[in-house]
């Protein structure tokens, strides 16, 4: 399979000037991201990055919070005939205060500034811009006094630069240099007032701007503690006819000649190691300030997406489906990599207050952990060490919580979380705080990484200790007085109280709060997930009592919840509820997806209760536009015509797709605008659109490869490589109504399972050994 050639065929092209930040190019390495937009008189790129944030945090009301116990007791005292926690004096008071530090703008993402190149516009005109996904080149095309050119655009790779110089489109020179007459860096305009002021310098002798912007950590904005951090945005012009000062503090005319190249350079860390503006630039490769040549950075970094596409391939007669997978892995790529922060719900892309809602922050009832769900089955397991560096960094304070505040063994993961120094939860409000299914939910992914790696260190290293805080709380909690015995009327373990996620907050009397399906289904899954890690790494006799607990747990673990809708019995997300509510995220169909209890493989009875609660489902809109096909892949009902419709809608003029709204009668009103979420920032959650595409043509959850499950047949599809459960790269290709080959690797040496392509009532199986290959055609 020629990817390159596939790629090409997908490049981002905008046919007029991107004025504004969503129809600018996103480029990025996983660190930096950069926006380049192009104004009718200048080239204005915003830099953002995943390790530079407004870092101060208020940990205000620590005692106030109090505990679990104490806060469950004075919610079970509120009269059961209320109609809403509202009405409750105390409890207003109470979110009132637990909410207090979460309405603090920060912390946040701290947009990086931007690097204006400026022309005069009686003279030069923009064109358009096009963003070459095989390279992660954005070429603005420009017209000077009738001559075309070009401008070249790229993130290194492997360092935080950006690189720009001409590329001609004609014989002469000329043009290319006397477009550009003015370099400018621009702090961000909505740098808080109460940080401390930037410093900048224009140093026309050695051909440089900078400015260095201070991010403390106290409160208050002061300057002194040994966390403080900083940032330093540097350009370097090489072959500048002559600089002179302009008017802003970094800002300069200019002159270049032929060959000139301009780099910016991002420095960022600790204050006391980010350089002071007057100092000259980092760049390693500096000789006597002279750049290295742009071909060869851009070489070393072409090198890099080389190896990056060398992992998966599709090449789909549906060129639309085609086009979502190659251009949201190149998305991917630019805003994740395991050595810099995990991204929040913006990722790296930030400017002005684009980015900051909700802080930026990790939401743990799925906005985190949804976009890594494409690094797994797209072979680019190691992009997910960047979600297992968050789960570590998260971790001390989740233990001291389950301790602390429910007195229980393991840990508790919250609800939101930051990248910066934490010593208590971020939103400790229990309406939304209280949602159980994010302790389990966090840690799944990382038994994902090992089942689809079976990596045992990684198993051993990284996953089991997070895993086994997971159960020790769970176990706990359903084991509380309050969770089970007489009061239930049965003799189960029950998820009390929870709330349901996106829905219902806590209510009187705890109605809609016990045994949630996303909390049901993502319990199981934990429980028998650290079975199967204990197995694999020889603790069964180590973890034996945990296990004991985990299996009695299970053993008496309540039924998911079901109700009678028109389409029949369907999955609800709690007890009592109408089949026929609006939800926010997904829930009713989670025992698919992330669950995965039910699929395919399932008895028809479950299959066709999933199926039902798949088709009855009533989605507001925002929260599913991966979510909720994943589960319809994973049924082999997803209606990829209507799939690829609603991505038209959501689909952004820079390619991303934004959370939009599909109806009102939930949270939202006929007036509500349905596209409210649209200027809040990039949705780094759905660039796991290409995992859906991946389920559509193989899936392997039950350790069963399935080929082209929910794949119209008779419309050909070919992948190469994608990765599957048990350490697999397969690939195969489906053409005329007929799987026509299938190749598959294995890395591990485990037992490969197969449903035969061509009968599929029969299951394929047998032994493996590391690095085998095997090939399978249909026999004449």
Not at 117 to 139: A, M, S, Y
Not at 164 to 184: G, L, T
Not at 294 to 301: G, I, N, P
Not at 418 to 429: A, C, G, K, L
């Amino acid at each position: 399979m020629n990817v390159k050639n596939r790629l090409s065929r997908h490049n981002i092209r905008y046919d007029r000037p991107a004025a504004t930040f969503f129809e600018g190019a996103l480029l990025g390495n996983g660190g930096l991201g950069a926006v380049v937009t192009t104004r009718p008189d200048a080239i204005v790129i915003h830099f953002g990055h995943n390790d530079v944030w407004d870092i101060r945090i208020a940990e205000n009301h620590k005692e106030e919070i109090g505990t679990f116990e104490d806060v469950f007791a004075k919610l079970k005292a509120i009269p059961t005939h209320y109609a809403s926690l509202d009405e409750d004096e105390w409890y207003r008071e109470y979110v009132k205060m637990a909410a207090e530090n979460y309405a603090f703008p920060y912390p946040r993402p701290m947009p990086c500034g931007s690097l204006l190149l400026g022309f005069d516009q009686r003279k030069t005109e923009v064109l358009e811009h096009e963003l070459h996904l095989e390279n992660g080149i954005c070429e603005v095309h420009l017209l000077t006094e009738g001559i075309r050119s070009a401008l070249r655009v790229f993130v290194d790779q492997k360092s935080d630069r950006l690189w720009v110089a001409m590329k001609e489109d004609s014989n002469s020179a000329e043009p290319a240099m006397k477009v550009f007459d003015r370099i400018k860096l621009i702090p961000d305009p909505e740098t808080p007032k109460d940080l401390p002021a930037y410093s900048a310098i224009t140093d026309e002798t050695n051909g440089r701007l900078a400015f260095r912007q201070p991010l403390p950590y106290a409160v208050n904005g002061k300057e002194g503690d040994a966390e403080d951090r900083a940032f330093r945005l540097s350009a370097s012009v090489q072959g500048a006819e002559s600089m002179q000062r302009g008017t802003g503090d970094a800002e300069a005319r200019l002159s270049l000649r032929a060959g000139w190249i301009v780099c910016a350079e991002l420095e960022h860390g600790l204050s006391s190691t980010v350089p002071q503006v007057e100092e000259e630039p980092g760049f390693g490769e500096l000789t006597e300030g002279r750049l290295l040549a742009f071909d060869d950075v851009l070489s070393e970094s072409s090198a890099a997406w080389d190896e990056y596409w060398s992992r998966s391939g599709v090449e789909l007669a549906d060129e639309t489906l085609e086009a979502v997978w190659y251009r949201n892995l190149y998305f991917f790529n630019c805003s994740v990599k395991p050595d810099a922060s995990c991204p929040g719900i913006f990722a790296n892309w930030s400017y002005g207050k684009i980015g900051a809602e909700w802080h930026g922050d990790y939401h743990m009832n799925y906005n985190t952990q949804q976009p890594f769900w494409v690094a797994f089955s797209c072979n680019h397991a190691d992009k997910h060490l960047a979600y297992a560096n968050m789960v570590d960094h998260i971790l001390p304070v989740s233990r001291k919580w389950a301790q602390e505040y429910y007195g229980m063994r393991g840990a508790y993961f919250p609800h939101s979380a930051y990248p910066v120094r934490m010593t208590m939860m971020p939103y400790p409000v229990p309406h939304w705080g209280w949602e159980i299914c994010e302790t389990p939910w966090t840690v799944q992914s990382l038994w994902w990484h090992y089942l689809y790696t079976m990596d045992l260190a990684f198993l051993a290293d990284r996953a089991f200790a997070p895993m086994k805080d997971a159960v020790l709380f769970m176990v706990d909690y359903m084991k509380r007085p309050d969770a089970s015995g007489e009061q239930w009327g049965d003799d189960l373990y029950h998820i009390f109280p929870t709330v349901v996620p996106e829905l219902y907050e806590l209510t009187p009397g705890f109605r809609q709060n016990r045994d949630c399906l996303v909390d049901l289904t993502l319990t199981k899954f934990l429980f028998r997930a650290f079975a199967q890690a204990c197995e694999a790494l020889g603790k069964e006799t180590e973890e034996a009592a945990l296990l004991a607990e985990s299996k009695e747990v299970l053993s008496r673990f309540p039924a998911y919840p079901t109700a009678e809708s028109g389409r029949g019995t369907v999955f609800v997300s709690v007890a009592g509820e109408d089949p026929e509510v609006v939800y926010n995220v997904p829930n009713g169909i989670s025992t698919v997806f992330p669950g995965e209890d039910h699929g395919l493989h399932s008895p028809a009875d479950e299959y066709a209760i999933a199926v039902q609660s798949y088709r009855n489902h009533r989605n507001e809109g925002g929260n599913d536009l991966v979510f909720y096909p994943m589960a319809g892949a994973r049924l082999g009902q997803l209606d990829l015509e209507r799939f690829k419709r609603q991505i038209a809608y959501c689909m952004l003029p820079n390619g991303t797709c934004t959370d939009k709204l599909l109806q009102s009668g939930g949270r939202y009103s006929d007036t509500t605008p349905f596209d409210y979420m649209a200027p809040m920032g990039i949705w780094f959650e759905n660039f796991a659109l290409p995992a859906v595409i991946n389920e559509c043509l193989m899936q392997s959850y039950t350790g069963s490869i399935r080929l082209f499950p929910n794949w119209p047949k008779d419309k050909r599809a070919e992948f190469s490589t994608l990765r599957a459960v048990g350490g697999f790269l397969v690939s195969a290709a489906v053409e005329q109504g007929e799987v026509r080959w299938v190749e598959i690797i294995s890395e591990a040496g485990t037992r490969l399972r197969l449903h035969d392509p061509w009968n599929e009532s029969r299951i394929l199986e047998r032994d493996t050994t590391a690095g085998e290959k095997i090939r399978l055609v249909k026999e004449a």
